[in-house]
C-alpha cells in the first residue's frame, strides 16, 4: 500500500531548542512505513525531484492521495499545502492519520478530518503501525 505522507515543506532545521527537525521526522516516519510493508509517497520530496510547479503539482498530488490506502500527515502550526493534502483526502474517503508534538495547539478542523491522532514527544518516541 503507498503511504502519502503531507508536511510543512522544511526549510531549515527546528527554529526553536526541542523542535523536532522536520526531515529527521519524515525520515523515521518514512522508515516506519517501509517496516511495516508499505510504500512511503512523501509529497514534497516527489514534487522537488520532478520540478514541478503548482498547476502541475496539484493534480499529481491529488492523483497520489488517491491512489493512497493512507495519508499521514506531520501537523505545523504554520502547515498551508498539507492541510489541503488533508481535504482532499478526507474528500476522497482515504483514511488520514494525525501526528503532532504533545501540548501542540492543533486545528481543530484538522483533528476532526483525522481517522487516527498520534502525538509524540519527539522523534524517537513516535510508533504508527505497532
Not at 40 to 62: D, T
Amino acid at each position: 500500500m503507498q503511504v502519502f505522507i503531507a508536511m510543512k515543506v522544511p526549510r531549515g532545521t527546528a527554529g526553536h531548542p526541542g523542535e523536532v527537525d522536520p526531515v529527521q521526522l519524515v525520515g523515521v516516519v518514512a522508515e516506519a512505513v517501509r517496516r511495516a510493508g508499505h510504500t512511503p509517497f512523501v509529497a514534497y520530496q516527489e514534487i522537488a525531484q520532478r520540478g514541478l510547479k503548482p498547476k502541475v503539482f496539484m493534480p499529481f498530488v491529488r492523483q497520489h492521495i488517491r491512489q493512497s490506502g493512507l495519508v499521514i500527515v506531520l501537523y505545523d502550526p504554520e502547515l498551508r499545502g498539507g492541510l489541503v493534502e488533508e481535504g482532499i483526502a478526507y474528500a476522497a474517503g482515504v483514511p488520514i492519520w494525525l501526528l503532532h508534538r504533545r501540548g501542540q495547539r492543533v486545528s481543530t478542523t484538522a483533528l476532526a478530518c483525522a481517522e487516527r491522532v498520534i502525538e509524540y514527544e519527539n522523534s524517537d518516541n513516535i510508533r504508527l503501525f505497532d
